[in-house]
């Protein structure tokens, strides 16, 4: 079990861990407060923030270099006993009507989140995941072409996620887990909670990949980020329609229409105002008869 953590996405980050191809990783993370919150008597403003957003890594997976793509694959995600939820200073759509600054402690009771007087099923899922970038260094906070805070609610336990590599190794790294976070986490926050996930982690050799792709049971995603949300769906357009291209042997256009026809434009992350980029995805339906979008082939 991993238990090193880091605070930026980086080629200079030392791995803590070598794997080969096809081996199974488990990884220890700090929730995104670095755990410093633990009573709902403790605000967000409280804490020191040079230790938020921790992830636990990197790895460095043997034979995974630059123009390779990351495959990993989420095989579980187990969650402690209570979560964190806030409101974040100057963050997301209601807080000019909702200006105070709270902490909720939520527990988990056999697999119910418990909010004031109700409860509804946890849905695990990882914020912070993906590679270092190809230049300079990220924090865990932010997102990019190299994957980090996605804040994806459907990068959960049975799904893929695919990353452009950049750097010999890949150092793949991951952290901040959610217990349940509603698209557009517009408060800021996620019910953020420690835990342990447990991946797969294999390498496609020489695939052109720009952005992160998550492969869920009946889904295809592009997942991109801007400060301008316009921007990020175009990104994780472009990219789709390049993959469709490429897997369906569709042109450009027709690729354009059928995304168009049967795609689905979805935010991960849109707490605007505040300084975190936009996250989006743009998904199509697996098909049947039809290659992955992203084969060892292509
Ligand atoms: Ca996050
Ligand atoms: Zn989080």
Same mark, same amino acid.
């Given at each position: 079990?991993?238990?090193?953590?880091?605070?930026?996405?980086?080629?200079?980050?030392?791995?803590?861990?070598?794997? %080969?191809?096809?081996?199974?990783?488990?990884? %220890?993370?700090?929730?995104?407060?670095?755990?410093?919150?633990?009573?709902? &008597?403790?605000?967000?403003?409280?804490?020191?923030?040079?230790?938020?957003?921790?992830?636990?890594?990197?790895?460095?997976?043997?034979?995974?270099?630059? /123009?390779?793509?990351? +495959? +990993?694959?989420?095989?579980? @995600?187990?969650?402690?006993?209570?979560?964190?939820?806030?409101?974040?200073?100057?963050? /997301?759509?209601?807080?000019?009507?909702? /200006?105070?600054?709270?902490?909720?402690?939520?527990?988990?009771? #056999? !697999?119910?989140?418990?909010?004031?007087?109700? &409860?509804?099923?946890?849905?695990?899922?990882?914020?912070?995941?993906?590679?270092?970038?190809?230049?300079?260094? +990220?924090?865990?906070?932010?997102? !990019?072409?190299?994957?980090?805070?996605?804040?994806?609610?459907?990068?959960?336990?049975?799904?893929?996620?695919?990353?452009?590599?950049?750097?010999?190794?890949?150092?793949?790294?991951?952290?901040?887990?959610?217990?349940?976070?509603?698209?557009?986490?517009?408060?800021?926050?996620?019910?953020?909670?420690?835990?342990?996930?447990?991946? %797969?982690?294999?390498?496609?050799?020489?695939?052109?990949?720009?952005?992160?792709?998550? &492969?869920?049971?009946?889904?295809?995603?592009?997942?991109?980020?801007?400060?301008?949300?316009?921007?990020?769906?175009?990104?994780?357009?472009?990219?789709?329609?390049?993959?469709?291209?490429?897997?369906? !042997?569709?042109?450009?256009? #027709?690729?354009?229409?059928?995304?168009?026809?049967?795609?689905?434009?979805? @935010?991960?992350?849109?707490?605007?105002?505040? /300084?975190?980029?936009?996250? +989006?995805?743009?998904?199509?339906?697996?098909?049947? &008869?039809?290659?992955?979008?992203?084969?060892?082939?292509?």
């Amino acid at each position: 079990m991993i238990r090193d953590y880091v605070y930026e996405f980086s080629s200079k980050n030392e791995p803590v861990k070598r794997v %080969k191809k096809g081996e199974i990783v488990t990884f %220890k993370t700090l929730d995104c407060f670095s755990n410093q919150i633990t009573t709902e &008597e403790q605000l967000i403003t409280g804490i020191d923030f040079n230790r938020v957003n921790p992830a636990t890594g990197p790895v460095y997976v043997e034979d995974a270099k630059a /123009g390779d793509v990351l +495959v +990993v694959d989420i095989l579980k @995600i187990d969650v402690e006993q209570a979560g964190i939820a806030s409101t974040l200073p100057e963050t /997301g759509p209601l807080i000019h009507r909702t /200006g105070e600054l709270r902490t909720k402690v939520l527990p988990i009771k #056999d !697999g119910n989140i418990v909010f004031n007087d109700i &409860e509804f099923p946890i849905n695990p899922m990882i914020g912070v995941i993906g590679v270092a970038p190809k230049e300079g260094e +990220v924090p865990c906070g932010f997102p !990019g072409a190299h994957g980090g805070n996605m804040d994806c609610n459907k990068i959960v336990a049975n799904s893929r996620v695919y990353f452009p590599v950049s750097v010999p190794g890949a150092l793949f790294q991951l952290g901040d887990l959610h217990a349940s976070m509603g698209d557009g986490e517009i408060s800021g926050t996620g019910v953020e909670i420690g835990g342990e996930v447990k991946v %797969k982690l294999d390498v496609i050799e020489d695939f052109q990949l720009e952005w992160p792709v998550l &492969e869920t049971e009946d889904m295809w995603y592009v997942i991109a980020s801007d400060d301008n949300i316009e921007l990020a769906l175009r990104y994780a357009c472009e990219q789709m329609q390049s993959l469709i291209n490429r897997a369906y !042997g569709w042109d450009m256009t #027709d690729a354009y229409i059928y995304m168009s026809i049967r795609g689905s434009f979805e @935010i991960c992350q849109a707490c605007k105002p505040s /300084g975190f980029p936009a996250v +989006v995805r743009f998904g199509v339906p697996k098909i049947e &008869e039809k290659p992955g979008l992203i084969s060892s082939k292509a």
